[in-house]
Nanobody, 126 residues
């Protein structure tokens, strides 16, 4: 079992920045691929970013160039640095853990992840 707890959400003006953190406990953190997803009211949960085997990172087109995912295996934490935020980034953000050897196709599917945090709200005002 892996327990995930997100933090760092809040209210920010458009163009601002936030850094989300996801602290993991339980099994060896380094043995998991980690992803960030988000869900806005009335919309489906969507892929934001992932970091998989070898430290490779991937982003959705909507956040590429603005968001950065990173992980600190010693600290059992994964981060999502969000810059140049837009009102359309408003959502509940979830971190998730899944098999380390995810494929590029599978890492964008929320059903491929085994562990989830409770979510943290990000609100971007215009």
């Amino acid at each position: 079992q892996v327990q995930l707890v997100e933090s760092g959400g809040g209210l920010v003006q458009a163009g601002g920045s936030l850094r989300l953190s996801c602290a993991a406990s339980g099994r060896t953190f380094s043995g998991y691929a980690m992803g960030w997803f988000r869900q806005a009211p009335g919309k489906e949960r969507e892929f934001v970013a992932a970091i998989i085997a070898g430290g490779r990172t991937y982003y959705s087109d909507s956040v590429k160039g603005r968001f950065t995912i990173s992980r600190d295996n010693a600290g059992n934490t994964v981060y999502l640095q969000m810059n140049s935020l837009k009102p359309e980034d408003t959502a509940v953000y979830y971190c998730a853990g899944g098999p380390l050897q995810m494929t590029i196709a599978s890492m964008t599917r929320w059903s491929e992840y085994d562990y989830w945090g409770q979510g943290t709200q990000v609100t971007v005002s215009s």
